[in-house]
């Protein structure tokens, strides 16, 4: 429910149409379902328009790839009060960068604290991410449609300019030289997190301004990766 209801009230978001029971039509509401072609069904019947197994809540949609981003145009935009153009007024923009994190329930979890967290963009390699998709949509909830989600062709060439735009860039990895607390400047970040199989790559990790980790109990490896976001975002955010 909560992935449809952000579409719906997205306006950069095309959709097509919207298939769902008449109790989930009252609780979307006539608002949002008046932008759309929309018709009533049973749960049955939506379910067999879904892959094998997914739980709809009675609603499915159908919706086109959001508008392409360009990071340096949304970065530079002034934010209005709910941040919807690259930030939240009055506070310091967050960007946070995932190298070649292709789980989507992962970087839909990140999205997810992303939104909460006030961040100004997620930013994903177009040929190592999910797709914008289903599973990716509801892992995030609804921040899919809220946090920019931004494709770049090189994630290197993506920190050049966010330290051309006044980031602080933090590589997160459990080999930093500082902890997260330490690292955590009060200016505009950049947060890096790699995949949880090899890390952040070498020549993405050679463009940040420091490598940070997270203190974690000895007897424990390391975090997953929508996790460790979390506790990042809400470091940065509190510091």
């Not at 959001?66 to 923009?93: C, F, H, I, N, Y």
Request: charged content about 25%; glycine content about 8%; aromatic content about 2%.
């Amino acid at each position: 429910m909560h992935p449809v209801m952000a579409a719906l009230a997205n306006p950069r978001r095309k959709v097509h149409r919207a298939v769902l029971t008449e109790r989930a039509a009252q609780e979307i509401g006539a608002k949002l379902l008046g932008r759309v072609k929309h018709e009533i069904a049973d749960m049955n019947a939506i379910a067999r328009m879904l892959p094998d197994g997914a739980v709809h809540q009675g609603v499915a949609v159908q919706v086109e790839k959001l508008p392409k981003l360009d990071l340096e145009d949304l970065l530079s935009s002034t934010p209005d009060r709910d941040g919807a153009a690259g930030g939240v007024a009055g506070q310091r923009k967050i960007v946070v960068v995932l190298d070649q994190i292709s789980d989507p329930h992962n970087v839909g979890a990140i999205l997810r604290s992303a939104a909460a967290f006030g961040a100004s963009a997620v930013v994903v390699q177009d040929r190592h991410a999910p797709p914008e998709s289903g599973v990716l949509a509801k892992s995030a909830s609804g921040a899919l449609d809220a946090v920019p989600y931004v494709e770049v062709v090189n994630i290197s060439r993506a920190l050049e300019d966010l330290g051309r735009l006044g980031f602080w860039r933090i590589a997160l990895a459990g080999d930093g030289e500082q902890s997260l607390q330490e690292a955590a400047h009060s200016g505009d970040v950049a947060i890096v997190l790699g995949s949880e199989g090899s890390g952040i790559r070498r020549l993405v990790r050679e463009h940040c301004d420091v490598a940070a980790f997270i203190p974690i109990a000895r007897s424990t490896e390391s975090l997953n990766v929508s996790n460790a976001a979390a506790v990042t975002l809400y470091e940065l955010r509190r510091a």
